[in-house]
């Protein structure tokens, strides 16, 4: 069964800070993962997209990894600022356009 | 720069009303989607319209019937509701219905409570 599951589910840091989510999936074939990040009361907007032959794709301070052999990905966030305060959401794609959305990582960041 | 327009932003229903979902898209996108999103999990295809005068069913439809009026309008209507489907509700538009190719945007949400 095609699942995608993220840890941690939720994270505090302080502004400044670098942090790292992470992203497991059982999707398969696999055809790509994007990441978004959802302000509270807003929709998903997306951060990266990487296909399988990509290992990292930079978003300024966003960096998102994917190794394909383990099917993980992480995002990892540098210098956080208070405005990184949102879920992040990972969300992988089978070539047949079954997508599947993770529950997602609530990140704080405090001052 | 309207982009997805979703209404209403809050709704409470009393178990057995209906209510229809409202959604617009100006960026002259093909393809729609309705998805709902419950706490601790991801979110879910409700319906999708791959283009006008299409639509389909998604992984959780049950309850729910959706109609693409036009290329800008896709609606969500619940016709007997129940509180099972209190959720958060998103539309969403893409050019096309390959993922990979074209991105998702999505509209800021309706969050619904049965009650």
């Known amino acids: 069964k095609n699942q995608v599951e993220q840890s941690p589910q939720s994270l505090i840091i302080l502004e400044g800070k670098n942090c790292t989510l992470q992203c497991n999936y059982t999707v398969s074939p696999f055809s790509n993962l994007r990441w978004y990040k959802q302000d509270t009361g807003r929709g998903p907007v997306s951060l990266t997209i990487?296909?399988?032959?990509?290992n990292t794709k930079s978003n300024g301070r966003y960096t998102a990894t994917l190794d394909a052999d383990t099917k993980q990905s992480s995002l990892h966030i540098t210098a956080s600022q208070l405005s990184d305060s949102a879920s992040y959401i990972c969300?992988?794609?089978?070539?047949?356009?079954?997508?599947?959305f993770g529950a997602g990582t609530r990140l704080t960041v405090k001052p | 720069n309207a982009g997805v327009t979703q209404t209403p932003k809050f709704q409470v229903l009393k178990t057995g009303q209906s209510m229809t979902l409202q959604c617009a898209q100006d960026?002259?996108?093909?393809?729609m989607y309705w998805y709902r999103q419950d706490p601790g999990m991801g979110l879910r295809l409700i319906y999708y319209s791959a283009s006008e005068g299409t639509t389909d069913k998604g992984e959780v439809p049950n309850g729910y019937n959706v109609s693409r009026l036009n290329k800008r309008e896709f609606s969500l209507r619940l016709e007997s509701a129940a509180p099972s489907q209190t959720s958060v509700y998103f539309c969403a538009s893409s050019e096309g219905i390959s993922y990979f190719s074209y991105g998702y945007t999505f509209g800021s949400g309706t969050r619904l409570t049965v009650v």
């Open positions: 969300v992988v794609s089978a070539d047949n356009n079954d997508m599947r």
């Open positions: 990487m296909t399988f032959s990509e």
């Open positions: 960026m002259n996108h093909n393809s």
